[in-house]
């Protein structure tokens, strides 16, 4: 494993999708399709966070190092791009919340019977729980869907 711990990001509002797949991938992604402009400039300056933007005039208005500009179309080509210029498919990181970046902490079984679907209980045994907004994972959800991704993603970029 690499020492060098993955950059944290904020990605912009052209980046939803690819945001929340970076989560998915354990990788600290802030969006919000409400911050404007100025804003993401000042949390990235402040959070130390890459700024992945579509947006040329953006780009070019971050100081050196604290942008990049995605050139891909697709959400599923950009998030190979990010993976890449990055380096992100050799860190193995815990996924977080693809709705809102909290991290996933496990949570036993017994304690999610209310909280799933019965069939996702009676066919699962692991869960997460988001530290923040409290949605649960199980593997059988885009948790298994997202390996499968990166495992994809590392077999081309290898
Ligand atoms: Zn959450």
């Given at each position: 494993?690499?020492?060098?711990?993955?950059?944290?990001?904020?990605?912009?509002?052209?980046?939803?999708?690819?945001a929340?797949?970076?989560?998915?991938?354990?990788?600290?992604?802030?969006?919000?399709?409400?911050?404007?402009?100025?804003?993401?400039?000042?949390?990235?300056?402040?959070?130390?966070?890459?700024?992945?933007?579509?947006?040329?005039?953006?780009h070019a208005?971050?100081?050196?190092?604290?942008s990049?500009?995605?050139?891909?179309?697709?959400?599923?080509?950009?998030?190979?791009e990010?993976?890449?210029?990055?380096?992100?498919?050799?860190?193995?990181?815990?996924?977080?919340?693809?709705?809102?970046?909290g991290?996933?902490?496990?949570?036993?079984?017994?304690?999610?019977?209310e909280?799933?679907?019965?069939?996702?209980?009676?066919?699962?045994?692991l869960?997460?729980?988001?530290?923040?907004?409290?949605?649960?994972?199980?593997?059988?959800?885009?948790?298994?869907?997202?390996?499968?991704?990166?495992e994809?993603?590392?077999?081309?970029?290898?």
């Amino acid at each position: 494993m690499t020492s060098v711990p993955p950059p944290r990001f904020a990605a912009d509002v052209m980046l939803g999708k690819t945001a929340k797949w970076l989560r998915m991938l354990g990788v600290d992604t802030f969006y919000d399709n409400k911050a404007n402009d100025a804003d993401l400039q000042t949390l990235c300056l402040r959070e130390v966070r890459v700024l992945l933007t579509k947006d040329v005039a953006l780009h070019a208005a971050m100081p050196a190092g604290t942008s990049r500009l995605v050139e891909a179309v697709h959400p599923r080509e950009q998030l190979r791009e990010i993976v890449s210029a990055f380096h992100l498919d050799r860190s193995a990181l815990p996924p977080r919340c693809s709705l809102c970046n909290g991290e996933l902490a496990a949570i036993e079984k017994e304690m999610v019977g209310e909280l799933v679907p019965p069939y996702v209980f009676r066919t699962q045994d692991l869960f997460q729980r988001c530290s923040q907004c409290h949605k649960i994972y199980w593997q059988g959800t885009h948790l298994g869907k997202i390996n499968k991704f990166i495992e994809n993603i590392r077999k081309f970029s290898g």
